[in-house]
């Protein structure tokens, strides 16, 4: 389809977007258990210098090759490498992530819907310990029939916002839900921290366990800001293209990354104090949320509401990422083979359901079918998180910072921001070019027991 490229209505409409991509499930289901199982505050620190010195200058860069081409990630390498293979790959590699990324993401987002309808049922009134919870998550996630029915669900509602377009369907849904979103965890957070015993668990989110940081937690660390940010596979630089010259990207990408670490920490906010005010272990791993929380709310005054306003708001953080994840094969395909953007959405939309019914399965039958020791789900979680955004990242920052060069790209990041100069611009260029490809090197190597 040729026609003009859409373009985000407002700043504000590309911000709420981009930081609806980058908050998610990353930010509410595995943020907190990241730092329950490694080292509490200890952990948020590694995060936040991944978040400053490699995420920001990152998304920057990868915002700028967007704009700059405005096309999909594998347009816009083309063209700006003229014709490079090497990075017309990179760029392939990107769309691919976001395929398997999408596939699995999903499934987990089918829960957080199924999760709002069980808690509607009343389903947890009952249940008294995280065992019971436990149980009956077993009991759901391990029907073929729930969990494939909320993930078709869930994908359909994806469908929907990208048939719809990028001002239509995504810029309205983001801004509905980012607000929406926000104040929800307010309400929780405020909630949370006025129950009794709640300060233990204030107080585990404040102290730090430094000798619980090994190489692995770094990489842990690393993979986590990628993947909250949304970084790496072109979510950021396919939103990015519908972007004006106009606009100022340092200035919006910063406010992006303030707001997906603000919402990561007001999670823990949310989640800790009400777990340990409630006696629980804060170290249950990827079953926190859905084995422990339902339970805590039990005891809440209100719970009962409560407990829907959380799983809304899960459901809500998840559908802005997944619009972005399909958003990103979607113009890819739209982009190169010149198809129908309503047509390829749903096709596109079915496929990922296929590709993730694998994942789903790992729950319910096929657990103990695993490649390299994974399950499906882990290790479609492990490539595409841990291996592919930290790699994509590295090449982002390479192209930009050396193939590119910085000489080209700064006037074009100048444009709508003419005051990033001097010193601001020395800075992003020797994070670009040295500290971002370097860390990120050093942590996969080690995370990966190679060095
Ligand atoms: N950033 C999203 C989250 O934290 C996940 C995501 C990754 C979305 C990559 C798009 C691209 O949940």
């Given at each position: 389809?040729?026609?003009?490229?859409?373009?985000?209505?407002?700043?504000?409409?590309?911000?709420?977007?981009?930081?609806?991509?980058?908050?998610?499930?990353?930010?509410?289901?595995?943020?907190?258990?990241?730092?329950?199982?490694?080292?509490?505050?200890?952990?948020?620190?590694l995060y936040l210098i991944c978040v400053i010195l490699v995420g920001l200058p990152v998304v920057i860069a990868e915002i700028l090759i967007g704009r700059t081409?405005?096309?999909?990630?594998?347009?816009?390498?083309?063209?700006?490498?003229?014709?490079?293979?090497?990075?017309?790959?990179?760029?392939?590699?990107?769309?691919?992530?976001?395929?398997?990324?999408?596939?699995?993401?999903?499934?987990?987002?089918?829960?957080?819907?199924?999760?709002?309808?069980?808690?509607?049922?009343?389903?947890?009134?009952?249940?008294?310990?995280?065992?019971?919870?436990?149980?009956?998550?077993?009991?759901?996630?391990?029907?073929?029939?729930?969990?494939?029915?909320?993930?078709?669900?869930?994908?359909?509602?994806?469908?929907?916002?990208?048939?719809?377009?990028?001002?239509?369907?995504?810029?309205?849904?983001?801004?509905?839900?980012?607000?929406?979103?926000?104040?929800?965890?307010?309400?929780?957070?405020?909630?949370?921290?006025?129950?009794?015993?709640?300060?233990?668990?204030?107080?585990?989110?404040?102290?730090?366990?430094?000798?619980?940081?090994?190489?692995?937690?770094?990489?842990?660390?690393?993979?986590?800001?990628?993947?909250?940010?949304?970084?790496?596979?072109?979510?950021?630089?396919?939103?990015?293209?519908?972007?004006s010259k106009k606009e100022n990207i340092v200035y919006s990408a910063v406010n992006i990354v303030a707001l997906d670490t603000f919402i990561a920490i007001l999670?823990?906010?949310?989640?800790?104090?009400?777990?340990?005010?409630?006696?629980?272990?804060?170290?249950?791993?990827?079953?926190?949320?859905?084995?422990?929380?339902?339970?805590?709310?039990?005891?809440?005054?209100?719970?009962?509401?409560?407990?829907?306003?959380?799983?809304?708001?899960?459901?809500?953080?998840?559908?802005?990422?997944?619009?972005?994840?399909?958003?990103?094969?979607?113009?890819?395909?739209?982009?190169?083979?010149?198809?129908?953007?309503?047509?390829?959405?749903?096709?596109?939309?079915?496929?990922?359901?296929?590709?993730?019914?694998?994942?789903?399965?790992?729950?319910?039958?096929?657990?103990?079918?695993?490649?390299?020791?994974?399950?499906?789900?882990?290790?479609?979680?492990?490539?595409?998180?841990?291996?592919?955004?930290?790699?994509?990242?590295?090449?982002?920052?390479?192209?930009?910072?050396?193939?590119?060069?910085?000489?080209?790209?700064?006037?074009?990041?100048?444009?709508?921001?003419?005051?990033?100069?001097?010193?601001?611009?020395?800075?992003?260029?020797?994070?670009?070019?040295?500290?971002?490809?370097?860390?990120?090197?050093?942590?996969?190597?080690?995370?990966?027991?190679?060095?």
């Amino acid at each position: 389809m040729d026609g003009k490229r859409e373009q985000w209505g407002s700043r504000i409409g590309f911000i709420l977007a981009a930081a609806g991509s980058a908050v998610g499930l990353g930010n509410i289901w595995k943020f907190p258990y990241l730092v329950g199982e490694n080292g509490g505050a200890a952990f948020i620190v590694l995060y936040l210098i991944c978040v400053i010195l490699v995420g920001l200058p990152v998304v920057i860069a990868e915002i700028l090759i967007g704009r700059t081409v405005q096309k999909n990630p594998v347009g816009s390498f083309r063209e700006l490498s003229k014709g490079n293979p090497f990075w017309i790959a990179v760029g392939g590699l990107g769309v691919f992530t976001g395929f398997l990324i999408l596939s699995y993401y999903n499934v987990i987002a089918g829960w957080s819907l199924g999760y709002v309808i069980e808690s509607i049922k009343g389903s947890f009134h009952k249940l008294e310990n995280p065992e019971a919870a436990g149980q009956l998550f077993e009991s759901l996630s391990s029907k073929p029939q729930w969990t494939l029915m909320f993930h078709g669900l869930f994908m359909i509602m994806t469908v929907i916002i990208i048939y719809a377009g990028v001002t239509k369907g995504i810029e309205r849904a983001s801004k509905i839900m980012m607000p929406a979103l926000l104040g929800l965890i307010i309400v929780l957070v405020i909630r949370g921290i006025m129950l009794k015993g709640a300060g233990d668990g204030v107080r585990y989110l404040l102290k730090a366990d430094f000798s619980a940081i090994t190489g692995k937690t770094f990489m842990l660390a690393l993979g986590q800001a990628f993947f909250s940010l949304s970084l790496g596979m072109g979510a950021l630089l396919t939103y990015g293209s519908y972007m004006s010259k106009k606009e100022n990207i340092v200035y919006s990408a910063v406010n992006i990354v303030a707001l997906d670490t603000f919402i990561a920490i007001l999670a823990g906010f949310m989640i800790f104090p009400a777990v340990f005010a409630m006696g629980l272990e804060p170290a249950q791993g990827p079953s926190l949320i859905f084995n422990i929380l339902p339970i805590v709310f039990n005891s809440i005054p209100g719970g009962y509401v409560f407990r829907i306003i959380f799983f809304i708001l899960l459901s809500m953080a998840a559908l802005t990422s997944t619009i972005s994840l399909l958003e990103v094969i979607t113009t890819f395909v739209v982009d190169e083979f010149h198809l129908k953007r309503k047509t390829v959405a749903i096709v596109l939309g079915g496929f990922v359901f296929l590709l993730g019914i694998p994942s789903a399965m790992s729950f319910c039958g096929w657990e103990n079918f695993t490649i390299f020791g994974r399950t499906c789900f882990n290790f479609v979680d492990f490539i595409s998180a841990n291996i592919f955004l930290p790699l994509g990242g590295i090449f982002i920052a390479l192209f930009v910072g050396w193939f590119w060069g910085i000489r080209k790209a700064l006037p074009h990041l100048q444009q709508g921001a003419a005051s990033f100069s001097g010193f601001l611009a020395l800075l992003w260029s020797i994070l670009i070019r040295f500290v971002a490809p370097i860390l990120i090197l050093l942590i996969f190597l080690s995370g990966l027991g190679i060095i």
